[in-house]
Structure formats: C-alpha cells, structure tokens
C-alpha cells in the first residue's frame, strides 16, 4: 500500500469514476504530476453510475458543446481499442409526426456540428436491426458513430488509472471518501480523509452523484439532481453467441417511448445474451438527494442501484413489445433489474470548472460516459492554459446566479429536466415552468395588465410582447406573417412584430431590468477594467462615458460583450442577463489573481433599466426634462450621459440602442422606476416587447448577441467589432489580438444572410428558429473554414422591416462574399439563402429615417 501523502498538487476526488480517471489522464498529458485520487469506493467504482452506466455514445444533439465532447470521447475511446462502433438507431413510430420532424431537426443539427446522422427509411432501418416490427415506424434517424465503450466504461476507467499510476504521476487511495475540505483566506488548501489531511493547492469533484455533498463542504450547492432511471434484462439472448461481441445489433432509441434498447453480445462476454431496455419516466421522474443515497453496506446492489418497481414500466414496456417483440419473448430477469441513479441538471448543461466561492476548487459534475474523456480534455485545458478549445459558457459552473444554486430551484428545475431527458422535442424557445417568478422588475403589475407574454432569463420575468397592442396588427398585420407552421409559431407571438413596425415608426419603450449590473470600485477599479477590456477605459477624457467593448481570451476569443460606464469613482459594468454571472465571477478571478485592489459588487437589483426608442424618442423624452434642449444632438452626442430628472426621479441617461433607432437607456433606482415608467406611458408611449430588442430588430441591424453570436472560438476582426485602432494600454489577449489584425484576411466572418425563399415542399412558408447548417448550394456540404469551423446560423429571426428572415453566421473567408448564394437545411427541407452583408452590415438603419408620426 502507498504511503499516505500530505501534500499534493492536485488531489481528484472520484477518481474510480470514467469522469475522474479522464481527468486524472488529460491532467498528466498536459504535464501535470503530483496527483492524488481518491474515492469513496473502489477503484475503479463498484458504486458509482460508472458501474453500472449503459455506456453507449450517440453524437446527436441540438448542443454543439455536446457534440464536441462525445465525438472527442468516441474517438478516444477508439484509440483505446475499447470502442464498438456499431451505429445507432432513433425510430419515429407511426403516427408521431412530432417525432419524426424531431430526427429530421437533429440531422440538420449534426450537420452544424460535426456529426454524420443520416435519416433512413423504415425497411432500412429493419435491416439493420431485424428486432425491429417495420410496420410499426415510418422512419429513422441513423447514426453510424454511434456505439458501445466496450467491455465496460468501468474497464476503461481501471485502465487509465493504472497507467497514470505506472507514469508515478498518480497516486490513488480507495474506500476513502472526503470528510471535509480545507480552506484558507478563499482558497482550497486541502482535503480532509479518515487517514489524514492531504493538503493541495487544486481539488477537483468528479464524484458523481455524491457531487453535491462536497459542494457543501464549501458552502455552495451544485445545480442537479440524481433520478432513478429503470434499466431491465431480458434474456437468454443467444444470437451472438461464439461471437465474441460485446454487442452484436446497432443500439436502438423509441425515443418516442422514452426508452432504449441494446443486446450484450456473446453468452460469454462481459454482459453478455441479454437484451437490455432502458426507460426515464417522463411523468413522474423519482428524483434523490445524495445525502439520502443508501450507503454500500445498505444497498442490496449498490447505492447508485435502487430497487425497481414494475409499475414505473408496466405501460411504456407493453409499448415496447409492440416494436420489439422479442422483449416479450424473452425471460425478464426480475432480480437483475434496477434503477440505475444518473444526474439531470437545471439546463441540461454539467457543472464545469471553477467553484465561485473556493479558488482552486474545481468541479465536473453531472457528465455521461459519452462525454467523460472530452470533459477530461476540457478540464485539464482550462487548468493549464485558463481556457478550453471550444466555448464553454454552457457548462461553465460560473453561469449560476445564486438563486439558481438554492434547493428548491434545483429540484424543481430538475424535475422538469428528468421530463425531458429523452421524450419531448424541446423546443429552442422552451420556456420553464418551474423556478419562475423568482425576479420581477417594478413595472411587473403594469405588464401584467398590458397582457405581457412571459418568458424568462435568469430568473427575470421579461413580456415578449403585449395582448394590449394587439390593436397595432390592424395597422401592420400586412407586414406581419401568420405563421402557419405550428414549431415555427410557438412561444411566439405575433404582436411583437407589430410592435417593432410601430416602435420604428413612432417610439416605444422596453423593460430592460434584466440587465446584469456590476459595479468596480476602489484604488485599482480603472486599471482591472483597462486590463479587461479591448476598448480604451483609463484616462480622465473617459469620465461620464459609457463604452462598449469586450473580454477577449488570451488567445483572441471573444469572452464577453458588455458596456463600461466610467463614473468619478467606479466603473458600472452594464452585461447581459445571460452572460451576467459568468463576466462577474471572472472579474473577481482575475482582480484577485493579479493583485488589483477593488471592491466588486452586484448591484442588479438595486437599479432598473427603460429603454427609449424610435424615430420620435428625443421628442418624447424632451416633454419629461426641465431642460429640453440638454436632449439635442449637439448637446447629447452618442455613447455619453448625462443626468436627468422625470416624474421627480433621478435618472441616468445613456444615448445607446440596441435597436438601431435614436433613443436612451434610462437607469434608474429600482424603486424610483415605477413613476418613471408611468410618466412615459402618460405621454401614450406604446410599451413592446424584448422579442423587438433582443431577436427581430437587433438582427435588422446586425448586432451581435453573447453566447450565440459571440464565441471564444471566434475572434473579434471575424466578428467584424474590431475597433479602428488599439488602445496604448496593455489588455488580456492584445498580442494574440495583434496577430490576427496583422493578417492578410481572417478564416472567417460574421455574415448576415436572408433566406430568399422561405416556402417549403407542401408550400408552407417557414419561420425557421434555432440552429440550421450553412451549406454548398450545389454540393450540399456544409461549410468548413481553414481552422476547420463549421458554419451554422448563429442567431436567426424574422425581420418585418424588410420582409425576410435573417441570420447571422461565420463563412469561411472565400465564402464571405455579398449576393453569394447558399442553402440552409431546416426539418429536412432546404432554402436558398442569400449573402446580404459581410461583417456589420445592417439591412435596416434608421438613422437617416425620418419620423411619420
């Protein structure tokens, strides 16, 4: 046995686990050494998910994160020589329409990121997997990457910890869980064990279901939730038998049913002449808190393998044996079934990377099989270079607000998740309806009698439009499609564009106190924000200005998109409601780790946000100020702000537009925001909704959405934001900046494109929402650039002001050519899609457009 170590550089708690092992080796691939791995099971696990996981890999998917980390996975797996690629089966049965559009969308989804899901006829569909009745669906999507880590994803995991123990760059303990964790001034400093206190400077959670549990050793929780998933054998099962296959048929999803199905191979592998068929309950998910699993000693199978109960699949496995009917065939082995704990999270996204409270604590929770050596990558990546080879926001630990890490939140969340693991075609604009009505701005009642069509983000309420302007649709609902498609309509409504119309022709205002506000103060506030930021901060000229600009990665990435206004003594960061905890966490980091003595504070809640827009905004504005002719061009120029006062209140006037149109952001106090928004109404000021801000007119006028549009894989010259000059100061990522403004021409641009017919096979016109592939017009491959990106529509939305539907996406540099022609792919069909501007090119710019009303 190994001497108990004191001291390490990292200690990896479940490291029996595939996610702690692929860790642990990517960590060493990097050069790190001085590892130790603990667990609170074997080694590798025979109590974890890891034990008994199904260990297939499918690289469908609607998230381009995914797919990134189960292709690295499968391809790692390979490597290894522990990968069958056998393929992989999703079936729409007969009469589920839904679903068979559903495979159709994550073809078109695996042509944007990568992967070679194909659709394929029922008889074909039959002849790769005869278990099949072919009259029972109507088609099938195909994944050929599709298949089994092979014997076992346990194997793998035994194999990389003995080889990273062989380097001497590991040294693991088993049956040794965490008891405490060692924090000193905010910083990991240890890990507390039954043999004694290991102290090091990173501690990384791969623990699994028991994830939560050390998240609370450091004061914070982690966003998921294991749920029971029901998993029975049927057997014996002799096709394969003196094979040698660990499986023999491509795997199966009826999806539609909420379940899978896949053979164990020959009699004599691993698991083999079985059938396995699993099923998640979409009703009524068994959801578990960690602290309530059964330890080893009580669990008849393990703790991460709970008794079954037969009614939990009475229905959906009738349903199976009408497709598979060898399942009825076949002995149902009662004692060998069980639900198998695995983990849903609140999004649908892991818990990656850097804890929020603790510094050097590190978490990658809530990951399949499927993704466990591309999370190892991505981790040992972040560690080592503060970055990851992909955008990582989806995953990113940091992205929680508080609210979302409550107990509550997390279990209503996640049993809405656990809904949604494998039936329903969610939707892009899927809203939640748990977890809601947690954030309401002060003019929230007021929207409720105008009829306000909620959505929310980041726990704020936002009206996507009014039921009271339905009245508008009288005026412009000839320039207002009905959108006859009902995936296209939903969680849309129709109102919106007739409010952007009249927005545009007259003026309107929008609740923005979703905005994400953060204010930098104390004797280094100026030189963290200089540092930060690519545009310039520093400097006395700069007070009482408001500055867009951005966080780039250290190698050019765009990180975050934001605007800085420079008060006398802080800088007020204005950010997204989406990308708002995730920039505030990584100015903490970086003030912290670089020695900037500043105070940073949210301050959200304590303000609140009017925007003010349209062609007669400052004719609006002029009949609420003492002052009117402060509101003049001349005397407000763009990007400044000046001090005002309506109804009485103090307010903070910012002469920026997110819409194109003249106008204001209006900030406020929260609780003088109520007689501001009611002195504007007075005036009859139509209120519209965020779908106007934040989809139809922003993409009119080409500007560009966080997270969607901005990615860390792109850098700012191909999103066409570069400023015409670079700041004297130095800033985080200017060299890797410098080099790319050198070049002769980017790999790619930010292109906007409009579909130049949108009227599909059975003559429906087609209002596409999500992501689509950016195709060859006459081959029908999708477009790759010189760094081997791939283009997709990165933000896509009706424009009524022009009349067409717009997108942006990045096109290799020979592509990004104005009138070039393309297609896009949507359900199956394609459309003809039109190059109408390379890099900031708005369709519609209203500047020089004067009021009709």
Known sequence: MAAFPEQAKIVIIGIGGIVGASVAHHLIERGWDGIVGIDKSAVPTDIGSTSHASDFCYATSHDQLSCWTTAYSIDFYEKMGRYARVGGLEVARV???????????????????????????????????????????????????????????QVVTGELVENAEKSGKLTTFANLPATDLVIEDGRIAGVVTRRGTIRANHVIVCAGLWGRLIAEMAGEDLPVMPIDHPLLWFGPYDEFAGTGKEIGWPLLRDQGNSAYMRDTGDPKSTEGGMIEWGYYEETEPRLVHPRDILEKEQARLSPSQRDLEMEQVIEPLEKAMELTPILAELGFEEKRSFNGLLQVTTDGGASLGESQKVRGLWYAVAVWVKDGPGVGKLIADWMTDGRTPIDIHAADYARFYPHQTEEGFIRDRCTETAMKVYNPAVHPREPFSKGRNIRRSPFYEREVELGG?????????????????????????????????????????????????????NVGMVNLS??????????????????????KIGGENMVGKGIYTHFLEDDGGVRADLTVIRMQDRCRVIDGADAGPRDF?????????????????????????????????????QKLVADPDTLEHENFP?????????????????????????????????????????????????????????????????LRLQNADLLTEYNLLEADLARPKVKQADFRGKAAYLEQRARNHQPATLCTLVMTDNVDSHGVARYPVGICPVMDEATGEVLIDELGRRSFTTSIAYGPSIGKNIALAYLPHD??????????????????????????APLYDPENIKPRS
């Open 585 to 621: 966490n990584f100015m903490k980091r970086v003030a912290a780790d670089m020695g900037f003595d500043v105070a940073i504070t949210d301050v959200t809640e304590d303000f609140t946000t009017i925007g003010l827009w349209g062609p007669n905004a400052r004719a609006t504005l």
């Open 95 to 153: 009469g589920d329409d839904e679903r068979m559009a559903e495979l159709k969308r994550k073809v078109a989804s695996g042509k944007a990121f990568g992967t070679r899901a194909t659709m394929i006829s029922a008889a074909e569909a039959k002849a790769k997997f005869p278990l099949l009745e072919e009259g029972m669906i109507q088609g099938a999507l195909w994944d050929p990457d599709a298949g089994l880590v092979t014997p076992r994803s």
């Open 638 to 702: 763009f990007a400044t702000l000046r001090q005002i006062e309506i109804a009485g209140k103090a307010v903070t006037a910012f002469r920026i537009s997110y819409v194109g149109e003249q106008g204001w952001e209006l900030h406020m106090r929260y609780e003088d925001g109520l007689a501001v928004w009611d002195a504007i109404r007075d005036l009859g000021v139509m209120a519209f909704g965020v779908e106007t801000y934040a989809n139809s007119r922003r993409m009119e006028k080409s």
């Open 453 to 505: 069509h909620f959505m929310e983000l980041g726990g704020w309420e936002r009206a996507h439009g009014y039921a009271a302007n339905e009245h508008l649709l009288d005026k412009w609902g000839d320039r207002v499609p009905v959108r006859q498609d009902e995936w296209d309509n939903r969680h849309f409504w129709r109102v919106s564009n007739a409010e952007h119309l009249e927005m545009s022709d």
């Open 514 to 535: 979703h905005f994400a506000i953060y204010d930098v103060e104390g004797p280094g506030h100026v030189d963290l924000m200089e540092w930060l930021c690519v545009a």
């Open 815 to 840: 592509r990004a050519k104005k009138g070039n022609g393309l297609m896009i792919e949507y359900f199956g069909e394609r459309f003809p899609v039109e190059v109408a501007g390379i890099g900031y």
